[in-house]
């Protein structure tokens, strides 16, 4: 597990501590954590059974490293929260929620507050990593989307340290420092980024 810093911008009012797992060099090149785009499951063809392998992946690997960011930043009350993927949630399979389902497992099972419901999208943005995609709907990452676009159930981060949990980190997208920015005007005491993997910048 590495550390980077999220510099403040336009989308974020200060730095934010973040951690990866490893890096993202590009699906099915060596060494690349091809789980990952696995359970995105964006053609809807695979079953949950056939995920269970990349669930297993993404599992074991925030279990490890949630642990020891818990242990280097000294927490004591904190609340695991994933990220939103770019689409309402009504638009995805349960087979395409898998990596929500299995942070959910890891923080059930550290006995960490799961806040995995705390900010759920109700309406489309653009995919960004793939926003040529046919009917990719929505706008675009600009300030305050994750307010305009999300549910967000404040009495889960009131307070709290929390850990932002995504699959991929990419700087530049500011998704992620959107989300952030919005979860600490909410009124969350400190927010970490935890990614799995982080783009090559």
């Known amino acids: 597990m590495k550390e980077f ?3 403040a911008n336009s989308y974020l009012g200060m730095d934010i501590k973040g951690y990866y797992n490893c890096d993202y060099v590009g699906y099915q090149k060596s060494g690349n954590p091809d789980f990952i785009n696995h359970l995105k499951n964006m053609t809807r063809k695979s079953s949950e059974l056939d995920l269970v392998k990349d669930f297993m992946a993404v599992f074991e690997r925030t279990s490890e490293d949630l642990k020891e960011i818990i242990k280097i930043e000294k927490l004591q009350d904190c609340v695991i929260v994933v ?8 638009h995805y399979k349960q087979s395409q929620l898998l990596f929500k389902k299995a942070v959910s497992c890891v923080a059930d099972k550290m006995g960490f507050h799961n806040g995995f419901n705390a900010i759920k999208r109700i309406k489309d943005t653009k995919t960004t990593h793939s926003w040529r995609m046919e009917n990719n709907t929505g ?3 600009y300030v305050g989307i994750t307010k305009d676009t999300c549910q967000i159930d404040k ?7 929390v850990i932002l949990v995504d699959d991929i980190y990419t ?3 500011f998704v992620a420092e959107d989300c952030i920015q919005t979860l600490l005007d909410l009124g969350a005491k400190s927010v970490i980024l935890y990614v799995i993997a982080k783009t090559r910048g």
């Not at 990220?83 to 009504?90: D, F, G």
């Not at 009495?155 to 340290?161: G, V």
Request: proline share 8%.
């Open 5 to 7: 810093t999220i510099k």
């Open 171 to 173: 700087e530049g997208v």
């Open 83 to 90: 990220a939103p993927r770019s689409k309402a949630e009504n």
């Open 139 to 141: 706008d675009m990452p």
């Open 155 to 161: 009495t889960k981060i009131l307070s709290k340290d």
